[in-house]
DNA sequence: TTATGATGGAAAA
DNA sequence: TTTCCCTCATAAA
């Protein structure tokens, strides 16, 4: 379940565990035992991450980079509780708890050199103080496609997937089609302003939970797939389901091969352009349901 | 038992 | 724009 804040949280988690510790490393499926043979039994300084990017430190300048991509999971366990070693790409073990990582996209062993390089070709991360909106901004600002494209692009907004891109675009009411150069910048800058806080908030839980309190539904009315993407959301995977702003059905097509998620009366046709209508601190440019 | 889909992205066409 | 990769819970048969 890979967006940046689930990325961040595991970077976290992985320092708070084996921080400067020495730990076992070790490759049971083969595939990257090449590179555990080098780690098994060195300290592991420290992890980070940019973006959907994950880097674990080990002293001697080795730097294990991972991307988990759209299946890849990276889970803490008790040692004793785990099995199934013919899919278990990666396990960083100290003599009770064991990080098992299964499917990614990648997981390759590089230099400090290399690793700098992955980071200069990111866009900032919004979860990230040392982040720049500014560079996000031109991008945006000169671009031909549509807003919905550039926030998937990882070299514009660093991090940010399908449901964050559906749901920011929902929160701002801004069409998903609008040529991302006609997005005002009072738009943007609420946009980063909000993945910024949302993101943040999430990496604590590991959840995405978008849907402000005044819009949450009765607990007998919530989706029970929740939690299958883990929080509760305005539009993603709720194609059909009337939206918790209006009412109107929410929408869904299959847009540069992902799924497109939005309402079509609180996100209309060319909406962002201009800066939204505030009124009482709503940010949604629609009546709320009668 | 087999098929499907998913929070992603690179490579091929 | 389509195909492919990697996994696994869920759905369909």
């Known amino acids: 379940m890979p967006e940046g804040h689930v990325i961040h949280k595991l970077a976290r988690e992985l320092t708070d565990k084996f921080g400067g510790k020495q ?35 080990f ?18 366990k008790p040692l004793s509780q785990i099995e199934n070693y013919d899919t278990l790409r990666l396990l960083i ?16 062993l590089i230099t400090p050199e290399e690793k700098l390089a992955v980071i200069a070709k990111s866009g900032p991360d919004p979860l990230r103080d040392d982040a720049d909106p500014e560079r996000a901004w031109k991008k945006v600002h000169n671009a031909k496609r549509t807003i919905a494209q550039l926030l998937m692009d990882q070299g514009v907004f660093a991090g940010v997937g399908n449901i ?4 920011v675009l929902f929160r701002h009411g801004v069409d998903p089609k609008l040529p991302a150069n006609k997005l005002s910048r009072e738009v943007f800058d609420s946009i980063w302003a909000d993945l910024a806080a949302l993101m ?17 539904p009765e607990e007998q009315h919530r989706d029970p797939r929740v939690d299958e993407h883990g929080g ?21 097509e299959l847009f540069a091969g992902r799924n497109l998620y939005w309402c079509p009366k609180c996100q209309p046709q060319a909406s962002g352009g201009e800066p939204r209508a505030k009124h009482g601190g709503a940010w949604h440019n629609c009546a709320p349901k009668a």
């Open 23 to 57: 730990v076992r490393v070790s490759s049971p499926q083969g595939r990257f035992a090449d590179a555990t043979a080098i780690l098994d039994g060195t300290v592991l300084e420290d992890a980070d991450a940019v973006g959907k990017h994950l880097f674990i430190n």
């Open 59 to 76: 002293e001697a300048r080795q730097c294990v980079w991972i991307h988990l991509g759209l299946i890849g999971k990276f889970r803490f």
């Open 93 to 108: 073990a100290d003599s009770k708890i064991g990080a098992e990582l299964r499917g990614p996209q990648w997981c390759r």
């Open 164 to 167: 964050y891109r559906a749901e």
């Open 200 to 216: 943040r908030a999430d990496v604590l839980t590991g959840q995405i939970d978008t849907v402000d309190p005044e819009h949450s």
């Open 232 to 252: 509760e959301v305005y539009v993603y995977r709720r194609a059909g389901q009337e939206c918790l702003v209006c009412g109107e059905p929410i929408q869904l």
